[in-house]
């Protein structure tokens, strides 16, 4: 397939937008007098957001750095000023579409650390089935800007340009009090535009289905489909294999192994138009109880993934993830819906359909997984076969 929702997939045309974008909103900042210089532009794209109609972010600036530990008051900092500041729905940019946050000349050399500094009072989010606008309690460490160490050159003449993948799904946390909260997940991701195409069928499409490329259970690259074509583009993956993980509510996990990115240019196939992916319906149970961190932690919030491993190689990918509520009683609830039935694994191949086979061995058998930043993971098997089931975790250093 040669295009993207009717767009086509060529490196010339994903250059042409992204020249045109970086026209339409001024950078401010400018290098050092007389020394070499180049260009940097920056542009925003994002995962889906689970159970939201909306995530607003406003984006006040970008700033660069040569030095990937120097602080926000510190010499040396070039900046992206966003003037007035751009609210941006998160959602609106999805399946391969970018924002573009503008583009600075500097200095030509190496740099290291990257900041989005966002507005601190005016982010929000619209949850699903909703139309009101709920305000999105944003740590202060956002007015000093979201920390990316990230490393890349600017070349005398020439231009360079970052992509900051903004994941809302992972950065919201809903908290029991009935508040949300805003803890950034971002991540700088390759530009060009490379990746895995699909259709899920159209009768999936109310299911919140959300559809993932991963490595050994690592999440990569998240998204969901079209709302009105079902279909889905996993974007800008850098070259090697994924598992692509498909899941719905009450519905069947599929797993696709072994997709192949072999370029930063590659676009592969895993479903067409003519045979979308069907998940078959799945009792489902809860897994649900509390993930903490002791010592407490203001920044730093967990995570709940539930895992599976199959297949003869064999193959772990997650099927489901959420992040605790740390504003709960007791703090960090968390609570999975997972499927009962077999999941379905298929090897990649470039013909279609792809042959699934599902794997009874381990339908409802799940590693729990508790991770945070700064703390060891913990992780435990379980069986939801027969019924829901409540597992707590303590995270310590």
Not at 33 to 52: E, M, Y
Not at 151 to 167: E, T, Y
Not at 306 to 335: E, H, I, R
């Amino acid at each position: 397939m040669n295009t993207i929702f009717g767009f086509p997939k060529t490196k010339t045309l994903l250059w042409l937008i992204a020249f045109l974008s970086a026209l339409l909103i001024a950078g401010c900042g400018s290098g050092s007098g007389g020394a070499p210089s180049g260009t940097l532009g920056v542009f925003l794209t994002d995962a889906p957001a689970c159970g939201f109609n909306k995530v607003n972010i406003t984006v006040n600036q970008v700033r660069v750095h040569e030095n990937s530990t120097a602080e926000d008051t510190a010499l040396g900092w070039h900046d992206i000023t966003l003037n007035p500041a751009q609210k941006i729905d998160l959602l609106s940019l999805n399946n391969g579409t970018f924002f573009s946050l503008g583009q600075i000349p500097l200095p030509a050399g190496r740099y290291t650390q990257v900041r989005l500094v966002l507005n601190a009072n005016a982010n929000t989010a619209i949850l699903a089935g909703s139309t009101t606008e709920i305000p999105l309690v944003t740590p202060s460490a956002v007015q000093t800007g979201i920390k990316l160490v990230n490393q890349f050159d600017v070349l005398a003449g020439q231009r360079a340009d970052l992509m900051l993948d903004f994941n809302a799904c992972q950065s919201i946390v809903k908290r029991g009090n009935g508040t949300l909260a805003l803890k950034p997940v971002v991540r700088v991701i390759p530009f060009a535009l490379n990746g895995i195409d699909g259709f899920v069928d159209a009768a999936l499409l109310n299911n919140n289905v959300v559809v993932t490329a991963q490595q050994n259970g690592v999440i990569v690259q998240t998204t969901a489909p079209n709302a009105a074509t079902g279909e889905f583009f996993l974007s800008r993956l850098a070259p090697g294999n994924y598992d692509v993980v498909i899941t719905a509510d009450g519905r069947i996990t599929e797993i696709i192994t072994g997709v192949p990115i072999a370029s930063t240019t590659s676009v592969v196939n895993v479903s067409d138009s003519n045979a979308p992916i069907t998940l078959p319906v799945s009792t489902t149970h809860i897994a649900s109880g509390a993930a903490s961190l002791n010592p407490i932690s203001t920044t730093e919030v967990a995570f709940v993934a539930a895992k599976q491993t199959l297949g003869t190689a064999p193959t772990t990918v997650t099927v489901k993830f959420v992040a605790a509520d740390d504003a709960s009683t007791p703090s960090g609830a968390y609570a999975l819906n997972l499927p009962v039935d077999a999941p379905l694994l298929g090897q990649f191949t470039s013909t279609l359909p792809i042959a699934m086979t599902a794997q009874s061995g381990v339908a409802a058998q799940y590693t729990l997984e508790a991770t945070a930043n700064g703390y060891q993971t913990q992780s435990i098997n379980v069986d939801v076969s027969a019924a829901d089931l409540v597992q707590d975790f303590v995270l310590g250093p």
